[in-house]
């Protein structure tokens, strides 16, 4: 019911900055958090950044101070600007938001995730 699609990803050398920015699309009541996560090469995937209706954020401690996500006026867009990056940030970064849909006379709980965006600082 919920598409998500992101933009923003590319190569960058290290010191430099990128600006990630997801839209979500389809149908749905509410979405009440939106996130980053991201994997690197034989590593699980991790939290980078995580923003709720209510503006209250949260952001791994690898990324805090040079890391910032916000959400757009409209609800459905969520941007994370990278600051400062490091050659450690290199990884694929996925877009995740979580809602409500209305469905069958129930509101009902989803969960999507982007295709995701190739980062890729260098040294």
């Known amino acids: 019911q919920v598409q998500l699609v992101e933009s923003g990803g590319g190569m960058v050398q290290a010191g430099g900055s990128l600006r990630l920015s997801c839209a979500a699309s389809?149908?749905?009541?509410?979405?009440?958090?939106m996130g980053w996560y991201r994997q690197a090469p034989g590593k699980q995937r991790e939290l980078v950044a995580a923003?709720?209706?209510?503006?209250?954020?949260n952001y791994a401690d690898s990324v805090k101070a040079r890391f910032t996500i916000s959400r757009g006026n409209a609800e459905n867009t969520v941007y994370l600007q990278m600051n400062r990056l490091k050659p450690e940030d290199t990884a694929v970064y996925s877009c995740?938001?979580?809602?409500?849909?209305?469905?069958?006379?129930?509101?009902?709980?989803?969960?999507?995730w982007g295709q995701g965006t190739q980062v890729t600082v260098s040294s």
């Open positions: 995740n938001a979580e809602g409500l849909y209305y469905s069958g006379n129930y509101y009902r709980n989803f969960a999507s």
């Open positions: 923003i709720t209706s209510g503006g209250s954020t």
């Open positions: 389809g149908s749905f009541f509410s979405i009440n958090a």
